[in-house]
Nanobody
Framework: QEQLVESGGGLVQAGGSLRLSCAAS????????VGWFRQAPGKEREYVAA????????DFAGSVEGRFALSKDNAKNTVYLQMNDLKPEDTATYYC???????????????????WGQGTQVTVSS
């Protein structure tokens, strides 16, 4: 099974930016949509964004729309989550996940994703 590894997290001041990367092994990543989810301490995991397998379609949770952007580089087996104008409420561990099944549309349901990374911590100070 493909493994996903997130990177790029860190500590940033409110209003700042970070770019998270999700790098995958294996040869089916280019045929799979990818989702990003996050979980803050004491809270349930929540959907952040998703991108289609070809990278042409993206979707964002309302809380991040207009601030976050997604791109997918199938040649590098990597998805990038660009986060701008970060707010303290964006503080969480961020996870990328591979869509269950190839060439399927991305969704905002965690159960539709089968392979998850270990997460990368994002902390936004006020």
């Amino acid at each position: 099974q493909e493994q996903l590894v997130e990177s790029g997290g860190g500590l940033v001041q409110a209003g700042g930016s970070l770019r998270l990367s999700c790098a995958a092994s294996g040869d089916t990543f280019r045929l799979r949509a990818v989702g990003w989810f996050r979980q803050a301490p004491g809270k349930e995991r929540e959907y952040v964004a998703a991108i289609s397998y070809g990278g042409g379609r993206t979707d964002f949770a309302g809380s991040v729309e207009g601030r976050f952007a997604l791109s997918k580089d199938n040649a590098k087996n990597t998805v990038y989550l660009q986060m701008n104008d970060l707010k303290p409420e964006d503080t969480a561990t961020y996870y990328c996940a591979r869509r269950r099944g190839i060439m399927l549309s991305p969704t905002n349901q965690s159960g539709d994703y089968d392979s998850w990374g270990q997460g990368t911590q994002v902390t936004v100070s006020s």
